[in-house]
């Protein structure tokens, strides 16, 4: 079995981007795109703040490029998903099979229960593909209620992403999904461009700080749906109205654009057990929390510098994107961490 110098998992902006630097530094890269080719950006219809884009791009469009620009300098883009991996010796394990009659869709719609079980008898398998280094650049998912009219508007008045979208919904009227810290945000975003922000809440009160609360509270432009909860998202082309059950009541609202901050869940289901983890992302020698820094001061070398900063917590493996990104879960920060984990994969490599 023939042992690649290089894989990438995951095929959003940092994968593509690690793709094109370790491409260009004739590591012959191999990407496996996995179920969503793309990413996240694949559900967006503008992306007005990737910089070289003065008059804004589409989603899909840009993530055609990236792929190109990949392609055109020789990486081994594969349309295939990884089921399992095994980190615990060099050369790593992958698998891109499945057991007999098991779909890919397990893990978008699996507990985490099923998707282990299934990662298990995976490895009962051969593997069919072994590396002496890999990048992890999985990603996260937007968290999302699924309720009916969701999956068809999506990227048509629904977001999940207010930082990014809010510039397209000025002057209009927009509900934000949620009650935490995110869902402030969110909201306070939105009220530099829209007319009227709804916040819809399940509980009486917000589980966000005290000063977020206030601020939103504050805030003419902002009210509130306590104990309510979405039941249905109506338009055709585009969002038009929402349902919602408040206080045990149904009712519908007028609505030309929604936001869910309910969270994101970090594409980690490979790695539990093998990678160390904080709040369920891959902990990096950058990664913003204790178990960060605990793991940067380990690799600090003698001139007290960290030798590679995209690094997990086992040799040879790196990540980058939102699967280790706590804060900032944006396009372009993601293809900078692509950079860097790519670098820092050349460099180990050279070191070995």
């Known amino acids: ?11 959003g902006p940092a994968g593509f ?22 990413g996240q950006l694949m559900y967006t219809s503008a992306v007005e703040n990737f910089p070289g884009f003065p008059e804004g791009i589409l989603g899909p469009k840009l993530m055609a490029n990236l792929r190109a620009q990949a392609e055109r300098f020789g990486a081994d883009i594969q349309d295939s998903h990884i089921t399992a991996v095994d980190l615990s010796t060099r050369p790593f394990k992958l698998w891109t099979k499945l057991p007999k009659d098991t779909s890919p869709e397990i893990f978008k719609l699996g507990s985490a ?13 051969e593997p069919d593909l072994l590396a002496e280094s890999l990048i992890i650049s999985t990603g996260a998912t937007a968290i999302t209620l699924r309720v009916p009219g969701e999956e068809k508007l999506m990227g048509r008045g629904i977001s999940t992403c207010a930082v990014c979208d809010a510039p397209f919904y000025k002057d209009k009227q ?4 949620g009650g935490g810290d995110s869902a402030m945000e969110d909201s306070l975003a939105l009220t530099k461009f829209a007319s009227q922000i709804t916040i819809i809440h399940r509980r009486s009160e917000f589980s966000a ?16 749906l306590w104990n309510t909860t979405l039941a249905e998202i ?11 059950n408040e206080n045990g009541e149904r009712k519908e609202y007028p609505a030309q654009g929604l936001f869910y901050a309910i969270g994101h ?15 369920g992302y891959i902990v990096t ?5 204790k178990s960060g820094l605990n793991l940067a001061t380990n690799l600090l070398n003698d001139k007290e510098m960290i030798t590679y900063p995209s690094r997990t917590s086992v040799e040879g493996v790196f990540a980058a994107g939102d699967v280790v990104d706590i804060r900032y879960r944006q396009a372009i920060t993601a293809a900078g961490q692509g950079c860097e984990a790519a670098l820092d994969a050349e460099r180990w490599l050279e070191n070995l």
Do not use: C, H, W
């Open 234 to 244: 109506i338009g055709q082309e585009a969002i038009e109205k929402i349902i919602v």
């Open 209 to 224: 700080s005290k000063i977020m609360v206030e601020r939103v509270l504050s805030n003419k432009k902002i009210k509130v």
């Open 113 to 125: 229960e099923e998707i282990q079980k299934i990662i298990s008898q995976t490895k009962q398998l």
């Open 174 to 177: 927009v509900f934000v999904v």
């Open 265 to 279: 869940r970090p594409v980690t289901d490979l790695f539990q057990g093998q990678l160390e983890l904080d709040k």
């Open 285 to 289: 020698a950058r990664t913003i929390t």
């Open 17 to 38: 981007t690690a793709a094109i630097y370790a491409a260009r530094d004739r590591l012959d890269p191999i990407i496996f795109t996995g179920i969503e080719s793309g």
């Open 1 to 11: 079995m023939k042992t690649q110098r290089l894989a990438i998992i995951g095929s």
